[in-house]
């Protein structure tokens, strides 16, 4: 996943990012204590939630743990394989923090051990030959041997895993070497390279490998592909099963769709995703993802800037624990979060996906506030949108853009109640075709959204820091969208100040999804909103 377009004025959805970063420190947080909310005072940006094993008695809980990792560039003279060591290194003190704390399992990002770029000649030397879980092979087992000093990374996690007795997934780079005489599809180079994440048990085997399917158009040489998605699952000793998928895989239904259909419910995601705001910013996908398909999500996201950055647990859609910081930068975005955890099960009632829902409500009859306008560039193409000042008050506004209508209705909290004592600007934004990031992409929305510049509303700049200051507060926002596809799923996705996701209870979705074109978002608790968002990627066709 890769990003372009920088410094361009956008509205942007697909996240497609995977930086190179540092680690000269970093800092390790878990507690068991809840954390208040981010408040107007003191802003931890660690957010912890309400325990949402409370009304699931007869649920089996675990402890999890996920890692945002700030890795280092390669330092001169330094090997790839010492790089990679170095990273361990680090994952190694993780490790160790997170089992103090009662882990069982601990994720880390997407190619965490090093680079990723849009060369696969530079990704190469990150790699090495990962065995699959078939061999039942603990490679911490043939340490010092020939074997292990052509895999050292391999090798060296099997062995932290081993010695602290946790069980670890890790992003890696499998290599296979190939011949064109015995294998038409092989490469010109003579190697398969996969971004892969690999799992370890607490004995140090391999117990899955998973190959990441989708890669971003640019990038698509720089990484192989399997032919059809991976389905790959593994099964812990303390008695959880879970399913695999790398960050981009998020956005389709090959293997994330297809493993829920196998009845699984509890995933890990190693991801190195890249926030372009205001909608689709890393935790704000991660809880809608979780919502949707009634899963236990553990998200390890890659540490860096305000570019990466946003780790976290999820129930069902009910944020465990959180962490996005949009004013950190290098190593300081290094986080270790854990938390209890249900392991759901294939019978829990999935709330989202299979209960007939009541038809969303007519919105209320507000006075229409704001103008129309073209609101800045969602990709590369010039949105219809209609901007409002949220001084004025209650107000309701229609956008529509080719099939899609989107109605919105706010009614902002009195002023006292708000950290705001200036005109704070929004827009309402319909868009309905296809758009440009890093490559071709299909999707509906309605949102409302902060604007950037005041009344011109230029949609934010995903390296600027205002958009993610959002300081008006609403007691309440309803959207209503006319979906053009009636079997599409629709992600419903709500962040307040600097970014922040909000208890599920906050947010409801009517409508029956994947069979009703409206469906409608209803934010009832008094918040400030950066985003609130029906998000539609046309390929996620529920009948994929």
């Given amino acids: 996943d890769v990003l372009a377009m920088k410094w361009t004025p956008t509205l942007a959805l697909v996240v497609l990012g995977c930086i190179l970063v540092s680690t000269t420190h970093h800092q390790l947080f878990a507690t068991a204590v809840p954390l208040p909310i981010l408040n107007a005072d003191v802003k931890t940006f660690v957010e912890s939630f309400p325990d949402s094993n409370a009304d699931r008695p007869d649920s089996k809980t675990f402890v999890g743990a996920v890692v945002q990792h700030y890795r280092p560039k390669k330092a001169k003279g330094q090997t790839h394989a010492d790089a990679r060591l170095a990273n361990l290194k680090v994952y190694h003190g993780e490790a160790m923090q997170a089992k103090n704390q009662g882990a069982q399992i601990i994720v880390f990002p997407e190619l965490g051990l090093g680079d990723n770029v849009f060369n696969r000649h530079l990704n190469f030397p990150w790699g090495e030959d990962v ?151 890393a935790t704000q996908f991660q809880q809608a993802w979780s919502r949707i398909y009634n899963a236990t999500l553990l998200a390890a996201n890659i540490g860096n800037t305000v570019e990466e950055s946003g780790s976290g647990m999820y129930i069902a859609g009910q944020p465990v624990k959180t962490f996005f910081d949009p004013t950190l930068k290098g190593a300081a975005d290094e986080k270790l979060l854990s938390a209890s955890l249900a392991a759901l099960q294939p019978n829990d009632e999935n709330v989202e996906m299979s209960t007939a829902k009541e038809q969303p409500t007519p919105l209320e009859d507000f006075e229409v506030r704001g103008k129309p306008a073209i609101c800045g560039v969602l990709g590369i193409k010039g949105v219809p949108c209609h901007i409002f000042n949220a001084a004025d008050g209650e107000g309701a506004a229609s956008v529509t853009s080719g099939p899609l209508t989107c109605n919105a209705t706010w009614s902002p909290a009195p002023k006292e109640r708000s950290d705001n004592n200036q005109d704070e600007y929004y827009a309402v934004v319909a868009w309905s075709g296809q758009q440009w990031f890093v490559h071709a992409f299909d999707l509906e929305l309605c949102t409302v959204i902060k604007c950037l510049d005041g009344p011109a509303c230029l949609l934010p700049d995903p390296w600027a820091m205002s958009e993610y200051q959002a300081k008006t507060a609403f007691n309440s926002m309803h959207l209503r969208g006319s979906f053009s596809r009636p079997h599409e799923i629709v992600f419903p996705m709500v962040a307040g100040d600097a970014g922040q996701v909000l208890d599920k209870d906050c947010v409801s979705q009517t409508g029956a999804i994947g069979s009703d074109t409206t469906v409608g978002l209803d934010m009832t608790c008094e918040t400030t909103v950066m985003a609130a968002s029906l998000f539609v990627p046309y390929n996620y066709t529920v009948g994929n």
């Fill in 131 to 281: 065995p699959s879980a078939n061999e039942s092979m603990i490679p911490c087992s043939r340490n010092q041997t020939d074997w292990c000093r052509d895999r050292p990374a391999v090798c060296e996690a099997s062995c932290i895993a081993s010695s602290v007795g946790i069980v670890m997934v890790v992003g890696m780079v499998d290599v296979k070497e190939c011949n064109k005489d015995h294998d038409p599809s092989c490469p010109k180079d003579g190697h398969y390279i996969f971004n892969t994440a690999v799992v370890f048990n607490e004995q140090g085997a391999i117990i899955a490998r998973y190959h990441k399917k989708h890669i971003a158009t640019p990038c698509q040489s720089c990484f192989d592909v399997p032919a059809k998605a991976e389905l790959v699952t593994f099964k812990t000793s303390f008695g959880v099963e879970f399913g695999v998928f790398v960050c981009m895989d998020i956005l389709y239904p090959d293997p994330p769709k297809q493993l829920i259909e196998m009845g699984v419910r509890n995933f890990v995601f190693p991801t190195s995703w890249n926030n372009l705001p205001p909608v689709l910013t």
